[in-house]
């Protein structure tokens, strides 16, 4: 008997802390805003370097601004939205050279975790790393 009351206190737990979460995404516009804009980007992006190498997403991510503005619109758009989802005010800014580091882990990210660029770019950061470790 006691184990289905801690299982109706953690539940009540979760409640208590997820309703806040969806209170906010039902009834903040701005948050629906940055949810949109971080999965239309991330498609777009997607979409656009789907079909390349490693060395190929490093080197756009690097010289192409529209595929860099896309990433660095998901990145702002996740910033934001996770800002509002713990109530915190929001301000708008330009942004700064911190942006320019996320939109390169954000490519890094990609490059390691996609399906098709993942294993190529695990093996080549691991020939990088072994060699810089031994020499």
């Known amino acids: ?6 299982n109706g206190s953690a539940l009540a737990a979760a409640y208590a802390g997820a309703r806040p979460v969806a209170e906010r995404l039902l009834y903040d516009d701005d ?3 940055n949810i949109r804009v971080l999965i239309e ?17 490093v080197a756009r991510l ?18 934001e939205g996770s800002k509002r989802v713990r109530g ?8 700064g050279s911190g942006r320019l ?9 990609f490059l390691f975790l996609s399906p098709r660029t993942g294993p190529q770019a695990r093996r080549i950061a691991g020939d990088i790393f072994k060699a810089l470790r031994s020499g």
């Open 31 to 33: 948050l629906r805003d």
């Open 41 to 57: 980007s991330s498609r777009k992006v997607l979409d656009e370097l789907s079909d390349e190498s490693p060395q190929e997403i």
């Open 62 to 79: 690097w010289d192409d601004d529209k595929v860099r503005d896309q990433v660095e619109s998901a990145v702002g758009a996740i910033q």
């Open 88 to 95: 915190e005010k929001v301000r708008k800014r330009g942004g």
């Open 101 to 109: 580091l996320l939109v390169l882990a954000a490519g890094a990210g």
């Open 1 to 6: 008997m006691k184990r289905g009351a801690v």
